[in-house]
């Protein structure tokens, strides 16, 4: 069956094509800088009114393009090495078989009943990442959810679609998120989490439109295998389950150590303020002790490790190419340029209209600046302002950022948490798009009329 007459290039090809496309920006547009002060939390914030067009031009060279990259993967080294390290750690967990049994337990009891599989994953990612700001802790689990859908004959873009819609409803729908919301409140001198009730409200419709899209993609690969968006790709191919499934002491003893290496993260991140160094030694320590509990020898381990890593060098790649972008923007000076372009035409728009606009900007912003808080400290000094001139509250500016960074964290190719994601599942992009691109289109319907009645009933 003939799927498309277009035929997509390669993620490395199209991450390389969006940097000349970014390079070339950095020749077109007037190069300018917002000045900036620190805040209390020692981040840069931009001081509205103050951009200032630069006398000379940044002139980067084709050579650029080539530089870039190394720095770009310095510059993401933490979540790379995260990735790679959970390529590993899973590959061993894998070996011991004990996956494979906890999976062929779990479809004997719940098989028929794939739609609360999606509802609860949807529903835990979601609430996770609107409360505590997950993201990056969600790969992990990637491989896990990947053999559950497959065993119920759905394939993988069903279970990186549970995982990536569920948070990325959850950040832009945020409840108390400390990374987005309480910063951009902070910036807009908001109370933090303030506005609760509204967002609350908003979770039922979104999450229902989230839900109606993933559910009904699964029934149909459910009803049709071929009509899986990557049927055809055998990277998107999980293995085939070991030949031994049952729940052996061994096998229960690597199932605790991963249980409780999953509460270690959960606990570490919520009060030990745990990041991707922490993270990452946890599932190093995993690798060496669930390996050892499996009854591995230290050899196997280290070996099936490496394979495991190896296996993620090319999503390794993705993550790096895609911060190449912002780079190669900021080294031209021409990223505040963009920000006071698109921004300076709200304040002669109604109120209504403003804040759609405001989401169309952050929208489109969000591809320069995949960072939830990087995007809040540039774009908030500005939106909330111009909010004030038009009639647009600040916390309706805000939830206007909320959605434009949140929703558009699903599709964008310079998230490197998506690309991760999306790599470990051996999915190519052009096939995520294909997915994603009719709920991100619904969505943003959502969100723009969730804004206007935020205008309307004067949203504080």
């Given at each position: 069956?003939?799927?498309?007459?277009?035929?997509?290039?390669?993620?490395?090809?199209?991450?390389?094509?969006?940097?000349?496309?970014?390079?070339?920006?950095?020749?077109?547009?007037?190069?300018?800088?917002?000045?900036?002060?620190?805040?209390?939390?020692?981040?840069?914030?931009?001081?509205?009114?103050?951009?200032?067009?630069?006398?000379?031009?940044?002139?980067?060279?084709?050579?650029?393009?080539?530089?870039?990259?190394?720095?770009?993967?310095?510059?993401?080294?933490?979540?790379?090495?995260?990735?790679?390290?959970?390529?590993?750690?899973?590959?061993?967990?894998?070996?011991?078989?004990a996956i494979d049994a906890l999976l062929d337990l779990v479809i004997r009891r719940f098989g028929r009943l794939p739609w609360l599989l999606i509802l609860a994953g949807m529903l835990t990612?979601?609430?996770?990442?609107?409360?505590?700001?997950?993201?990056?802790?969600?790969?992990?689990?990637?491989?896990?959810?990947?053999?559950?859908?497959?065993?119920?004959r759905m394939d993988t873009v069903t279970a990186i679609g549970i995982m990536v819609v569920g948070y990325g409803i959850g950040y832009g729908v945020a409840l108390i998120n400390p990374f987005?919301?309480?910063?951009?409140?902070?910036?807009?001198?908001?109370?933090?989490?303030?506005?609760?009730?509204?967002?609350?409200?908003?979770?039922?419709?979104?999450?229902?439109?989230?839900?109606?899209?993933?559910?009904?993609?699964?029934?149909?690969?459910?009803?049709?295998?071929?009509?899986?968006?990557?049927?055809?790709?055998?990277?998107?191919?999980?293995?085939?389950?070991?030949?031994?499934?049952?729940?052996?002491?061994?096998?229960?003893?690597?199932?605790?150590?991963?249980?409780?290496?999953?509460?270690?993260?959960?606990?570490?991140?919520?009060?030990?303020?745990?990041?991707?160094?922490?993270?990452?030694?946890?599932?190093?320590?995993?690798?060496?002790?669930?390996?050892?509990?499996?009854?591995?020898?230290?050899?196997?381990?280290?070996?099936?490790?490496?394979?495991?890593?190896?296996?993620?060098?090319?999503?390794?790649?993705?993550?790096?190419?895609?911060?190449?972008?912002?780079?190669?923007?900021?080294?031209?000076?021409?990223?505040?340029?963009?920000?006071?372009?698109?921004?300076?035409?709200?304040?002669?728009?109604?109120?209504?209209?403003?804040?759609?606009?405001?989401?169309?900007?952050?929208?489109?912003?969000?591809?320069?600046?995949?960072?939830?808080?990087?995007?809040?400290?540039?774009?908030?000094?500005?939106?909330?302002?111009?909010?004030?001139?038009?009639?647009?509250?600040?916390?309706?500016?805000?939830?206007?950022?909320?959605?434009?960074?949140?929703?558009?964290?699903?599709?964008?190719?310079?998230?490197?948490?998506?690309?991760?994601?999306?790599?470990?599942?051996?999915?190519?992009?052009?096939?995520?798009?294909?997915?994603?691109?009719?709920?991100?289109?619904?969505?943003?319907?959502?969100?723009?009329?969730?804004?206007?009645?935020?205008?309307?009933?004067?949203?504080?």
């Amino acid at each position: 069956m003939t799927r498309s007459r277009l035929r997509m290039p390669h993620t490395l090809v199209l991450m390389f094509g969006m940097m000349v496309v970014a390079l070339v920006l950095t020749w077109l547009l007037p190069a300018g800088e917002f000045a900036t002060e620190m805040t209390e939390s020692g981040r840069e914030m931009v001081v509205p009114g103050t951009y200032e067009a630069f006398d000379e031009q940044p002139r980067l060279s084709p050579w650029a393009l080539f530089t870039v990259v190394p720095r770009a993967l310095a510059d993401a080294q933490g979540i790379i090495f995260f990735v790679l390290i959970i390529g590993g750690a899973l590959a061993v967990i894998r070996k011991t078989g004990a996956i494979d049994a906890l999976l062929d337990l779990v479809i004997r009891r719940f098989g028929r009943l794939p739609w609360l599989l999606i509802l609860a994953g949807m529903l835990t990612f979601g609430i996770a990442s609107a409360t505590l700001g997950m993201a990056e802790e969600y790969i992990p689990f990637a491989a896990i959810l990947i053999a559950l859908c497959v065993s119920m004959r759905m394939d993988t873009v069903t279970a990186i679609g549970i995982m990536v819609v569920g948070y990325g409803i959850g950040y832009g729908v945020a409840l108390i998120n400390p990374f987005t919301l309480l910063i951009a409140q902070e910036v807009a001198e908001l109370q933090p989490g303030s506005g609760m009730g509204y967002r609350a409200l908003l979770w039922i419709p979104f999450f229902a439109v989230g839900f109606h899209h993933v559910w009904r993609y699964a029934r149909r690969v459910q009803a049709d295998p071929a009509a899986s968006l990557v049927a055809d790709v055998p990277s998107a191919q999980p293995p085939e389950p070991a030949d031994q499934t049952d729940l052996t002491t061994r096998r229960i003893l690597v199932l605790t150590a991963t249980l409780a290496a999953l509460a270690a993260l959960v606990l570490g991140i919520a009060l030990a303020g745990w990041y991707l160094v922490e993270l990452g030694a946890v599932f190093l320590l995993l690798a060496v002790v669930a390996g050892l509990f499996g009854g591995l020898q230290l050899d196997k381990i280290a070996e099936t490790f490496t394979r495991g890593a190896a296996e993620l060098a090319g999503t390794a790649m993705l993550i790096g190419f895609a911060r190449s972008i912002a780079l190669l923007l900021e080294d031209g000076l021409v990223l505040h340029t963009i920000v006071n372009s698109l921004a300076t035409p709200l304040g002669q728009l109604p109120a209504e209209l403003s804040a759609v606009g405001m989401l169309g900007i952050q929208s489109l912003l969000n591809l320069f600046i995949p960072s939830g808080s990087g995007q809040a400290f540039v774009t908030m000094p500005l939106m909330a302002p111009i909010g004030d001139l038009v009639g647009v509250s600040r916390q309706v500016s805000v939830l206007a950022f909320q959605f434009g960074d949140g929703l558009m964290n699903m599709i964008v190719p310079t998230n490197p948490v998506l690309m991760s994601i999306i790599g470990l599942a051996g999915i190519p992009y052009e096939r995520w798009f294909r997915f994603i691109f009719p709920l991100i289109l619904k969505l943003l319907v959502v969100s723009a009329l969730a804004l206007v009645v935020a205008v309307q009933i004067g949203y504080q």
